[in-house]
């Protein structure tokens, strides 16, 4: 059974930074996508960014772009989003997601796995 785990959440000032973290266990993730996705209160749950296991490739919201980066640690089996120059709107709790093969990685019902996620809050 895959377990995703976030870690890294918490408060930070305007233009502060975070760096998360989720800790994926029960297969190989070779073939995985693995995303990070925030839901705000009162607000639909968006896709955030995404990273192919194998291929390195990475897709962002425009909203995020050029502040927050994807990676993964193949050793470790961790997915890290660095949060740079953040702003009160990234305020939400943020949740790793993670599937095989899928074509369409923005879409949240393409994700068969989810961690409990983390919470972000960026005061003014």
């Not at 975070?18 to 705000?40: D, E, H, K, P």
């Not at 790793?96 to 879409?107: D, E, F, N, P, Q």
Request: proline fraction near 2%.
């Amino acid at each position: 059974q895959v377990q995703l785990v976030e870690s890294g959440g918490g408060l930070v000032q305007a233009g502060g930074s975070l760096r998360l973290s989720c800790a994926a266990s029960g297969r190989t993730f070779s073939n995985y996508v693995m995303a990070w996705f925030r839901q705000a209160p009162g607000k639909e749950r968006e896709f955030v960014a995404a990273i192919r296991w194998s291929s390195v490739s990475t897709y962002y919201t425009n909203s995020v772009k050029g502040r927050f980066t994807i990676s993964r640690d193949n050793a470790k089996n961790t997915v890290l989003l660095q949060m740079n120059s953040l702003k009160p709107e990234d305020t939400a709790v943020y949740y790793c997601a993670a599937s095989a093969g899928i074509m369409h990685v923005t879409l949240g019902p393409m994700y068969a796995y989810w961690g409990q996620g983390t919470q972000v809050t960026v005061s003014s």
